[in-house]
């Protein structure tokens, strides 16, 4: 069973930066869009980045469009969400998650994802 392992987060203060990563030893890692989601206590898990294994394409929730940025390092079986200006309503456990791609079109459905990982808390202090 193929795990993924997030790391990068933190407490950091409003307006502040993370990086956070996450390795996927053991996925085919090109066939998979990977995507990042989030869940604040109290509240659903919620989208918030995908990234293609296509073509390294782009979709953010509107809540993080222009500070949050994905990438990928496919050499390195590897995912990043660089996550700048910070706010408290950022703080979250932020999962990420592979979704097996065939069609071309960008996986960022909850119900979409094969796999995930445990998670990495990101607390924002205002």
């Known amino acids: 069973q193929v795990q993924l392992v997030e790391s990068g987060g933190g407490l950091v203060q409003a307006g502040g930066f993370l990086r956070l990563s996450c390795a996927a030893p053991g996925l085919t890692f090109t066939a998979y869009d990977m995507d990042w989601f989030r869940q604040a206590p109290g509240k659903e898990r919620e989208f918030v980045a995908a990234?293609?294994?296509?073509?390294?394409?782009?979709y953010y929730a509107d809540s993080v469009k222009g500070r949050f940025t994905s990438s990928r390092d496919n050499a390195k079986n590897t995912v990043y969400l660089q996550m700048n200006i910070l706010k408290p309503e950022d703080t979250a456990v932020y999962y990420c998650?592979?979704?097996?791609?065939?069609?071309?079109?960008?996986?960022?459905?909850?119900?979409?994802?094969?796999?995930w990982g445990r998670g990495t808390q990101v607390t924002v202090s205002s």
């Open positions: 990234i293609s294994r296509s073509d390294g394409s782009t």
């Open positions: 998650a592979g979704g097996y791609s065939v069609t071309g079109s960008l996986k960022y459905n909850d119900y979409e994802m094969n796999f």
